[in-house]
């Protein structure tokens, strides 16, 4: 028999579904949107709705094990969401008792970057490797742990808020409260913001063409235009990638010397600058971490896209409730 | 059938072994010199001696399932040692292979440190917790993390390096090449540092009296009198206590950020000054850590004292070869 799940990715705007097998063969990949300005109990419903139309397409639920969601926010052991403060209504729902009153499967969930990793630990860059931590680098930084082959979520599903690790004292406010938290430096909107600070102080003095593309118009300025001039080895562009680079490695560093893990995945839209990220991450991390600890550990893009949730999601379920 | 563990704690000084049943309580705790200066292959000779001793007084190898060894440095997965400068000739030692031929039962091993936290997972401070985190403040500061109730020693046994999370960039040079290493500020050599430099910067400019008693005799400064001076409210000591903790809750939060463990245990000498340290860390770790994050977990004190190595080392073996 084979043994199927289906793997559930919450976003903002659209729900996503799909069954997987335990090879990670995924079919019927279904979108309906969230409607989420209606409200937690409606979520759950079109949750509900996305999970019958998926059994219905696959035709029986007699293989499918359970289902796994991810979701913005957290998830504690009874299922019930915290945090998810972008999705009005959504904190407090109990997802488990909802969907087990319809379906006889087992249900788990899990944060979207957290289940996301269990995706690269299954599938993609992270296949057959113990113990490996995930950094998803996109408008914040998200995190996920494996340890032993299985995700660690923690008790209350809250472990691996890595974005959130503190690297500079009284640095950069955060949104979450907290001062000097990596995502300030090192996420798309940590690169934007640092893009914009050195532009502005370049002002008109001998400016670099990034700088003068920037100071054009600050309000399209992105990662990605912030990475296509370190390409050309515009100076001002590389200081920006230099220091949120340096700050990276400082979370990455303390991260290792923690958790000591075979493999450290970088993901999320910033890594579309692909190879220099990892080589200049690579020359900081000795500054805060072990040798011997770095020396055993690689550095490495995922590989995954943006099925990585949906693909997570089931993993999950082969994870738990056993594959 | 009472299923039995050996545990071994090597010390540069002395090998200390117990047997142990899974309840906890030991029996025949024996102590004998490491003569670590004899080299690597003497102080497993010794270690196997004193095995055999123990086995002797047991009357029976019958109902051991293993023995388990806590050390410095580093243990990998094949027994092999790393690390431990302070022991000459133990790094690159092969514990497992040794032990191995000369007795039936199987051999784990892992940092002291890391150990000494099994212990307090299993039978002290930590008992019945899913996920902790311990810190050991000694003369450097060692760490140990159990996840889903079982000792997480990391691929390489190199996890737990919590002494050596940088909680301030270009901070003080630590033994191990990084700079700003909390145990430059939070171990009793840290905090005798901190002591001595404030005292020395606040000379003879209206002394408190913990100045007046630190500059009499610089040499005879520990982090117990630092604490007795705290104690008495000592302006200055305080200073230094502040400090100290600041440092200390800074790993601590973010270790939080990262696993939100259900519990952090602190233990090793200069938690004799107890409570107060408890309380000071505990006002600085929100300012470094999410607050639903820290609203989950405890701060508490160990509870072992100095046998916390062998009963840590017996426990390892219930955990990995089942009880």
Chains 1, 2 share one sequence.
Not at 105 to 110: D, L, R, S, Y
Not at 156 to 167: Q, S
Not at 202 to 214: C, L, M, Q
């Amino acid at each position: 028999m084979e043994k199927l799940a289906i793997g559930i990715d919450l976003g903002g705007t659209n729900l996503k579904g799909i069954i997987l097998n335990e090879k990670g063969e995924g079919r019927h990949l279904t979108r309906i949107p969230t409607e989420a300005q209606k409200g937690g109990a409606h979520v759950l419903k079109n949750i509900i709705h996305l999970i019958g139309e998926l059994v219905s397409k696959e035709g029986s639920e007699k293989n499918i094990i359970g289902v796994g969601i991810g979701t913005p926010g957290f998830v504690d052991e009874d299922g019930t969401v915290s945090g998810a403060e972008n999705l009005p209504g959504w904190k407090g729902t109990r997802i488990y008792d909802g969907i087990a009153e319809k379906f006889d499967f087992k249900v788990t969930a899990a944060n979207d970057v957290t289940v996301a990793t269990m995706a690269e630990a299954k599938y993609g860059a992270g296949r057959g490797v113990r113990n490996l931590v995930c950094y998803a680098l996109g408008t914040g930084i998200g995190g996920g742990i494996v340890i032993d082959h299985h995700l660690y979520k923690g008790t209350h599903g809250m472990a691996g808020e890595l974005g959130h690790i503190v690297v500079e004292t009284n640095g950069i406010q955060c949104n979450c409260g907290l001062k000097g938290c990596v995502e300030r430096y090192a996420s798309a909107t940590g690169i934007v913001n640092l893009a914009l600070k050195l532009c502005s102080e370049a002002g008109n003095n001998n400016p670099t063409p990034f700088v003068v593309e920037v100071n054009k118009d600050p309000s399209k300025v992105t990662s990605k235009m912030v990475y296509d001039f370190v390409k050309q080895n515009d100076p001002v562009a590389n200081q920006v990638n230099e220091i949120a680079c340096d700050m990276l490695a400082r979370a990455i560093g303390i991260t290792l010397n923690t958790l000591s893990p075979d493999r450290v995945i970088l993901g999320g839209g910033v890594m579309m600058a692909g190879q220099v990220i990892i080589d200049t991450v690579s020359k900081y991390v000795p500054r805060y971490c072990w040798p011997m600890i770095w020396e055993k550990c690689d550095l490495v893009i995922a590989e995954l896209g943006e099925d990585s949730g949906v693909l997570g999601a089931g993993a999950m379920v082969f994870d738990e409730f056993g594959c």
